[in-house]
């Protein structure tokens, strides 16, 4: 006992002078949530990276990773093994110290290599770090959602990590015991339970910080995968929060030019990681000529891809305020589009920019979104779909009052500057606290009509709250047209890369805000 407490210690102490230096994973983002548990565990020894320079923090850590980790983390020696397995010294102690039982992992080594469930996770973890620590079903058990999925077997470790602190559920408040677990996930709880352990009261005067973890900005479709929704959050396909920001094209037939490889590449250049391909359905785009216009919207997608962009595919209704009058059109687009795209992670779908007029959310635009969901959802069962609602995208009051069913769904919310304030914003605030995901997939800094200012003072408030609040946004627009909110600077060429000349004062100021 006492060479585990001074190998305990020593590990600790290790921890403490390991300080910040990077180990420099080539794919452990500066800054992410993460990366300081990451790279502490990695100076301290307990848990190493591949050989090839990545440590893989989203991959789902198996058995023998994270067994053999909490033992170093315990101090707890190797003993002779029952197979040749890299791990199985380590496993093998731990199944004799009472961390878990046998048909939970069997020593002869079939589930060492395969992921570890959440739930024996914690398990290990609370009997190796904090085996004094006891769950309360009263007080813990409302916490998780999903309690009722956990085998009986684990109800006691699990609860115990949720009053230690060392877990907490998702947005949604599940803790999906039968999932696996990431490797920066595994490293964050350890992490969290040597501390405690190491003598760190458990009802902390500094509570362990909620790990709201801090929202990544950028990133492409390569770094961040499937985009998914959590709660109110956009995250990326590994579960982290995920902020998505760039450029909405003008309506794609009348600037085709500025939707091309070059332009797109252009405000990636700039830390943009989205671009939405505004398709505007009457006033000669789509409807008047399906086949060009949608080839058009092909060849914009298709370079926004090759740029490792999120591209959103925005059915652009506006003069039709009811996105009912075309709902037939709309179901056969989304329905060709979505096969095309199905396979790739970088789409998301905007069923209709802005219903105005005489249009409702419950009478109108929410009939419409179930009418389309299931014709995208037939190729593409997990993209992100976007719903625009009454009132120019902005009656989201309504719609939280009666929300959709289905996975990755979120809710447009468009503003301009010079026109909209502090009670949107109040609106959205409040509909955000209600656990509605919200995107912006278009605001401007102008007035509603695209026009007047530019309204930079407003637009930093507005931006301050979106960045706040995690959010994600495509500004209004792409092109050079003579009116406050473009982007560009008449002429802009299309074909050369863009320097801050190139930029309107809108376009400066935009384009200075894709990093935050
Ligand atoms: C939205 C539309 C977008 C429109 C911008 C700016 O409309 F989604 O299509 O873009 O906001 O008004 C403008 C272009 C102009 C073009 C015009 C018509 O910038 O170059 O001539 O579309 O195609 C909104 C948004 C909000 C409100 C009104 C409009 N509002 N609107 O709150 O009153 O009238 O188009």
Redesign the pocket.
Same mark, same amino acid.
């Given at each position: 006992m006492k060479r585990q407490l001074f190998l305990f210690l020593s590990v600790l102490c290790a921890l403490v002078f390991a300080g910040r230096a990077s180990a420099a994973f080539t794919d452990v983002t500066p800054g992410a949530w993460y990366e300081a548990a990451v790279t502490e565990m990695e100076q301290a020894g307990l848990l190493s990276g591949y050989p090839n320079g990545r440590f893989g923090p989203g991959d789902p850590i198996s058995a023998a990773q994270f067994v053999s980790a909490a033992a170093r983390c315990a101090g707890l020696e190797p003993v002779q093994g029952q197979t040749g397995h890299w791990a199985s010294g380590a496993l093998q102690a731990a199944l004799q110290a009472g961390w878990y039982d046998w048909d939970e992992l069997p020593p002869t080594g079939e589930g060492f290599d395969r992921p570890i469930s959440r739930q024996l996770a914690v398990k290990i973890l609370m009997r190796a770090l904090l085996p004094q620590v006891r769950g309360d079903f009263n007080t813990e058990s409302p916490k998780l959602k999903d309690f009722p999925q956990l085998d009986g077997r684990y109800y006691e470790p699990v609860l115990a990590a949720y009053v230690a602190g060392v877990v907490r559920g998702d947005a949604d408040g599940n803790f999906h015991p039968r999932s696996s677990l990431s490797r920066a996930e595994a490293c964050i709880m350890l992490q969290k339970a040597m501390k405690l352990a190491g003598g760190a009261p458990l009802e902390p005067e500094d509570p362990v910080p909620p790990e709201q973890p801090a929202v990544k900005v950028g990133g492409g479709v390569s770094e961040n995968g499937w985009l998914q929704v959590k709660g109110a959050q956009l995250c990326n396909e590994t579960g982290e929060p995920v902020v998505l920001r760039g450029m909405s094209s003008?309506?794609l037939h009348w600037y085709e030019q500025y939707t091309n490889r070059q332009s797109i590449q252009n405000t990636a250049q700039f830390g943009a990681n989205l671009f939405r391909v505004a398709m505007y359905t009457e006033?000669g785009g789509y409807l008047s000529n399906p086949d060009a216009v949608t080839d058009m919207l092909i060849r914009a997608v298709d370079a926004a891809i090759e740029s490792d962009m999120y591209v959103i595919i925005d059915w652009?209704i506006?003069s039709d305020g009811n996105p009912m009058s075309h709902a037939a059109e709309a179901r056969e687009f989304f329905s060709k589009i979505a096969r095309r795209y199905q396979d790739s992670p970088a789409v998301l779908y905007e069923l209709c920019? +802005?219903p105005n007029g005489d249009v409702t959310w419950e009478r109108d635009v929410k009939p419409y979104a179930q009418q389309i969901i299931p014709a995208i959802r037939e190729y593409a069962p997990r993209s992100v779909i976007l719903v625009g609602s009454s009132t120019?995208s902005q009656d989201l009051h309504m719609v939280s009052q009666s929300p959709l069913e289905g996975e990755n769904l979120m809710y447009t919310f468009?503003f301009?500057a010079g026109?909209h304030g502090a009670d949107l914003r109040q609106r959205v605030e409040r509909v955000l606290d209600a656990g509605l995901p919200v995107f912006v997939t +278009?605001w401007?800094t102008s007035r509603?009509?695209?026009s007047g200012g530019v309204f930079l003072k407003e637009s930093e408030e507005w931006l301050d709250f979106l960045n706040k609040r995690g959010v994600s946004w495509a500004n209004?627009?792409l092109c050079d047209?003579d009116?406050t909110?473009a982007a560009l600077r008449p002429g802009a060429s299309p074909n050369a890369a863009w320097t801050q000349a190139d930029l309107s004062e809108s376009g400066n100021y935009v384009f200075s805000k894709f990093k935050g």
């Open positions: 003008h309506g006033a652009h506006l920019n +802005e120019w468009h301009y026109t +278009e401007g509603a009509d695209g209004w627009s047209k009116e909110s």
